[in-house]
């Protein structure tokens, strides 16, 4: 334990691919001299969150940044979808990601979305199966957002290891859920009676008549960032899912506010109480998931202005990154990796001085791991001691 | 096997960070058209010896350049100790690193190094315990320097399963010896049983009234060099420690002299006997463990002046590297990556002109792990065979 501050700023989708016209990526397309002059004293590289080739999805691209190899510490859908609502999970809850779905006279999926239908109307089909009974477990159905909805077995001797009633496919009916593992057999037989008693009551309902449960787990049992590092460390995010990430792996959430300015007066606020500060920012994802390049330029530039506000607090160790690429060009996130900078006083400042794709490559970390971000930033704040004698 | 020689000059601590007046390291800042000249007929690169963010010991720095993963084979505080002294270590023998030390009336340790007692007071308090007499192990009380001795225990059925009774800070009481399994127990009993006595013969002196014990540990079960790689290899070091753990992995140790003319005087003359030499140059890590940035650029100039006398037998492949960095700036090990050359016949230059950190990480070998110096070794010796048909 020391009394130096390491602050990890993520961005979320940073990464990118250059515009047909311009053969600019979103980075550096974007006017960010802030950014910039962070790089220009930093260790920079390129990470990748969990492999060569592979899209991650939002957690395991915060985990492996956390430091937790995401391959390993790999959360279900249905867990994640419950943190994305800020739902207080126990240990025990087994939960799944539900559909509202339409299926066709034969009992064949013909739309796995029902149209999208509009939360309000969502919320209304929530209410109708809350008070399903089975013998076993105590049920409940948590609205999300359109056809999304959280389903919670909570119960003595459960077991997440369930296979989907979700086909994927239209054309397709709903599959019987099997247990992937003799003890899972009583929890099989649970949300079997669940979904054959949401079906009774949708049946004859014109907005969706039929449920879809998939990734049905459990929260995982992951040693926290307070036990492995000694960290006191803290959140400061808009979005639900980063908060519930965030309070999965021990930090303590604090308020995130509407944007970046707000994020960092929260931060300044409570700078004294915490040594650790994960800073989340969204909207580089958003605008990239919907293929808007230019509104992601935005997104940065709007970043950019907010830094100097960052930089007063003059942080021991500052970590700027994304958890994936999103390309503009792409509309959804990909699997190229993210540059990178860490700035310390002990950190030996690279040749880089400019933050985007091409110019990270070339610094002192090269490609590597998200996993070693950890490590650094804690051998950064010389919170490390030497290994071996 | 094959005739073509290996030479590994490991130049201790050498990587550093850059003066915060001139923003150069101590590499950078030195004169060293040899170490160029080199680098400019080489493959370089930069090396992590144990993975970023982590801060090698000397023991771990060094088995990582031979070739062995430094977590898996890693070596007790007791048995780096011992290496220090040149103790030859038997396979089953018990060793722990111990301190005199002074504690108040209540037992509460005051001081854990007993004001740095002088070495000769150290030999004379060993020899007050020399004599205690355990049933079930032959005792050895050896003292090294200042305040540290070496304690080792010799017999049938022991085990180094044991926790310290160091507790690493002053304000506690030396903690009970712990078996960290059930076959420690007898170990337990018999190292307790050993503070106890020392206790006893020490409880009046001003000196020193009480002793600490850490890491208990044995000789690792170590593949050795030939085994491996079918080498014969031999090791050039002034310092017992790294001369330890030469002989540790097979090597032989042969006369190191007083500084690096008389170590290469001692290659010349022993060249024709071995194909694989490590030679150890010690005093860039001592200069920057003193903090003290010129002596350490002039420690590298002092080495870069022998290096002609190393060319001139114009060995096969010539290594030049260090075991961690040691910036003046830190006055201590650091985790920063190190640079790293390789010439041979068949290296595949590239296109890096001087021995530097920043010069080096453009090389062809990129940051790689200190692990794969071996086979690249191998490799350019042209003593591997093809993997597969």
Same mark, same amino acid.
């Given at each position: 334990?020391?009394?130096?501050?390491?602050?990890?700023?993520?961005?979320?989708?940073?990464?990118?691919?250059?515009?047909?016209?311009?053969?600019?990526?979103?980075?550096?397309? +974007? $006017?960010?001299?802030?950014?910039?002059?962070?790089?220009?004293?930093?260790?920079?590289?390129?990470?990748?969150?969990?492999? &060569?080739? #592979?899209?991650? =999805?939002? !957690?395991?691209?915060?985990?492996?940044? *956390?430091?937790?190899?995401?391959?390993?510490?790999?959360?279900?859908?249905?867990?994640?979808?419950?943190?994305?609502? /800020?739902?207080?999970?126990?240990?025990?809850?087994?939960?799944?990601?539900?559909?509202?779905?339409?299926?066709? @006279?034969?009992?064949? #999926?013909? /739309? $796995?979305?029902?149209?999208?239908?509009?939360?309000?109307?969502?919320?209304?089909?929530?209410?109708?199966?809350?008070?399903?009974?089975?013998?076993?477990?105590? #049920?409940?159905?948590?609205?999300?957002?359109?056809?999304?909805?959280?389903?919670?077995?909570?119960?003595?001797?459960?077991?997440?290891?369930?296979? /989907?009633? /979700? %086909?994927?496919?239209? =054309?397709?009916? %709903?599959?019987?859920?099997?247990?992937?593992?003799?003890? !899972?057999?009583?929890?099989?037989?649970?949300?079997?009676?669940?979904?054959?008693?949401?079906?009774?009551?949708?049946?004859?309902?014109?907005?969706?008549?039929?449920?879809?449960?998939?990734?049905?787990?459990?929260?995982?049992?992951?040693?926290?960032?307070?036990?492995?590092?000694?960290?006191? &460390? +803290?959140?400061?995010?808009?979005?639900?899912?980063?908060?519930?990430? +965030? $309070?999965?792996?021990?930090?303590?959430?604090? &308020?995130?506010?509407?944007?970046?300015?707000?994020?960092?007066?929260?931060?300044?606020?409570?700078?004294?109480?915490?040594? *650790? *500060?994960?800073?989340?920012?969204?909207?580089?994802?958003?605008?990239?998931? @919907?293929?808007?390049?230019?509104?992601?330029?935005?997104?940065?530039?709007?970043? @950019?202005?907010?830094?100097?506000?960052?930089?007063?607090?003059?942080?021991?160790?500052?970590?700027?990154? =994304?958890?994936?690429?999103?390309?503009?060009?792409? +509309?959804?996130?990909?699997?190229?990796?993210? %540059?990178?900078?860490?700035?310390? $006083?002990?950190?030996? &400042?690279?040749?880089?001085?400019?933050?985007?794709?091409?110019?990270?490559?070339?610094?002192?970390?090269?490609?590597?791991?998200?996993?070693?971000?950890?490590?650094?930033?804690?051998?950064?704040?010389?919170?490390?001691?030497? *290994? =071996?004698?």
């Amino acid at each position: 334990m020391s009394p130096s501050k390491i602050v990890l700023l993520i961005i979320d989708g940073v990464g990118g691919l250059p515009h047909h016209e311009t053969g600019e990526t979103e980075l550096e397309s +974007a $006017r960010k001299p802030n950014l910039n002059r962070i790089a220009r004293d930093s260790l920079c590289g390129l990470i990748d969150p969990v492999g &060569p080739g #592979i899209t991650p =999805g939002s !957690a395991p691209g915060h985990l492996a940044i *956390f430091g937790y190899n995401p391959v390993k510490y790999n959360i279900g859908r249905g867990v994640v979808e419950a943190l994305g609502i /800020d739902l207080e999970l126990k240990p025990e809850d087994i939960v799944a990601r539900g559909n509202f779905c339409i299926v066709d @006279d034969q009992g064949i #999926i013909t /739309d $796995r979305r029902a149209g999208r239908l509009s939360t309000d109307k969502n919320i209304e089909l929530c209410r109708l199966l809350e008070n399903i009974t089975v013998d076993g477990a105590e #049920i409940s159905v948590v609205p999300v957002k359109e056809h999304r909805f959280v389903l919670i077995l909570r119960g003595k001797a459960l077991s997440p290891e369930l296979g /989907d009633s /979700d %086909p994927q496919q239209a =054309g397709l009916a %709903p599959k019987k859920i099997e247990p992937l593992s003799p003890q !899972a057999q009583k929890t099989a037989r649970i949300a079997n009676e669940f979904v054959s008693q949401a079906r009774n009551r949708l049946r004859h309902l014109p907005a969706a008549n039929m449920v879809l449960l998939r990734g049905f787990s459990r929260r995982p049992d992951i040693p926290s960032i307070p036990e492995i590092y000694k960290l006191k &460390p +803290a959140a400061i995010a808009t979005y639900p899912m980063y908060r519930g990430l +965030a $309070r999965l792996v021990g930090m303590q959430v604090l &308020p995130g506010g509407e944007g970046i300015t707000e994020q960092l007066d929260n931060l300044r606020r409570n700078y004294a109480d915490y040594d *650790f *500060f994960f800073i989340h920012f969204k909207s580089t994802d958003a605008r990239g998931e @919907d293929g808007n390049f230019w509104a992601k330029v935005q997104a940065i530039e709007e970043l @950019d202005n907010a830094i100097p506000g960052l930089l007063s607090l003059d942080p021991d160790v500052l970590i700027v990154t =994304g958890d994936h690429s999103t390309p503009a060009t792409l +509309a959804g996130h990909s699997w190229h990796p993210v %540059p990178f900078m860490l700035k310390s $006083r002990w950190c030996r &400042p690279d040749n880089v001085v400019e933050f985007s794709e091409q110019a990270c490559l070339a610094g002192g970390m090269g490609r590597f791991q998200a996993t070693e971000i950890m490590p650094l930033a804690m051998a950064n704040a010389l919170k490390l001691d030497k *290994f =071996g004698a």
